[in-house]
């Protein structure tokens, strides 16, 4: 990785520990850390989406399965208290 002022270009070494640039000043553990965290975010949520694609194709159809089965379950429930209550 190049390690340089992000702002007037100046060549830093790779131990330059302060947290300003000697040319311009500019802060460079904060400079454009907003556009760094928003790319994060975004990398973040583009991974998220390829993870949660990935899953939903291998669990879609267990989940489907799992819930139509559920409904079923209610649905006679339903029918037998509706029974039950006609009876008395
Ligand atoms: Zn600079």
Do not use: H, W
């Not at 070494?13 to 454009?32: A, P, T």
């Not at 760094?36 to 949520?45: H, T």
């Not at 694609?53 to 399965?65: K, Q």
């Not at 339903?78 to 039950?84: A, D, I, L, P, R």
């Amino acid at each position: 990785m190049e390690n340089k002022c992000p702002n007037c270009g100046r060549k830093l070494s790779i131990f330059y520990i302060k947290q300003e640039c000697d040319q311009c000043g500019c802060n460079l553990l904060y400079y454009d850390m907003e556009n760094r965290m928003e790319e994060d975010a975004k990398k973040a949520k583009e991974e998220y989406d390829r993870l949660y694609a990935i899953v939903n194709f291998i669990l879609g159809p267990l989940i489907r399965f799992q819930q139509r089965r559920n409904e079923k379950k209610s649905a006679k429930k339903q029918e037998t208290t509706e029974e039950v209550s006609s009876e008395k």
